[in-house]
């Protein structure tokens, strides 16, 4: 889809409808009130046209500047508010929390020098906000099986993704929601050279077992959800950013690739139980294809393609 002012609007209002219908989904299924459903549905789809500004370049540059920080910490208190304040849980020092991160990213690279030490430590400060269970304090959920913490995650993707292409100007790393062909069959073709490699580590160290086929319609929207989330903002960081700063710092591409991966990898040691060795071995492998599938399109969009046909086997047909 090209990236006009005219497909954001097209995208923004496909994205609300599926997300409507995907949200009273969920809620029936779980049997979650609509006195809880709705509050929560709202933020998500308050948050959402926010989370499609980093994919148009036309919409991004109007943030350049001085307006970034404002419009960050904003953003960010608006599905908040809309989440909390209709059930009565609306809390100033958790409000606070929720606008100290975009205040303190926004900020990073307007007080502090673009450099290697400094990319790294903003890197992990995302490390840290996802692992350490940040968002889980903060989005507190009100009502059992509402996962609300996964609207803090969501803000903070698509805000580091604002940060790092604006004030930090990363080169173009193909950020972006619907893959080319081109970039499909990398990423397929990278995916299937990642099934043997996978299936001679994760079934002998017992990483997986085989369980019974989910439905189609469940794996197909794990896929997507993949695909256009965790996919998205973890090929962003780990193959469109670290990867290629590797490669610059040590003079290799391979080595910016082999590196990139095994960060890749240990960073999911703390995936179930820490520490979970076998999978960041597998996961690591993982990135390795990921990392491959991104230099040879030279966008992070086949990455994602190879990383979420991965996750969606597994869920698929895996425990």
Known sequence: ??????????????????????????????????????????????????????????????????????????????????????????????????????????????????????????????????????????????????????????????????VLMLPRRIPETGYGFIPSGREWRIGLLHYLYFLPAAACLALPLGTVRFASPAPLWKTLGIFLAFLWVVALFEEFVFRGVLQPLLADWTGNRAAGLLIASLVFGAVHLWFRSFPNWRWALLAGVLGWFCGRARNQANSIRAGMITHALAVATWRGFFV
């Open 1 to 162: 889809m090209p990236k006009t002012l005219g497909a954001f609007r097209a995208a923004l209002l496909i994205g609300w409808l599926m997300l409507t219908a995907a949200g009273l989904l969920y809620a029936r299924i779980r049997s979650i009130p609509s006195w809880a459903a709705v509050p929560a549905l709202a933020a998500f789809l308050v948050e959402y046209p926010f989370y499609l500004v980093p994919a148009f370049p036309e919409l991004r540059k109007r943030l350049s500047g001085a307006i970034l920080p404002p419009f960050l910490i904003l953003s960010v208190l608006a599905s908040y508010v809309t989440c909390y304040a209709a059930v009565g849980h609306l809390q100033l020092t958790n409000a606070l929390q929720v606008a100290a991160v975009p205040l303190a990213i926004s900020l990073w690279y307007l007080v502090l020098p673009a450099n290697m030490a400094v990319d790294l430590a903003f890197l992990a400060l995302l490390g840290f906000l996802l692992l350490s269970g940040y968002y889980e304090r903060v989005y507190v959920s009100f009502y059992p099986g509402l996962p609300i913490a996964i609207l803090g995650r969501l803000v903070l993707f698509r805000t580091a993704a604002l």
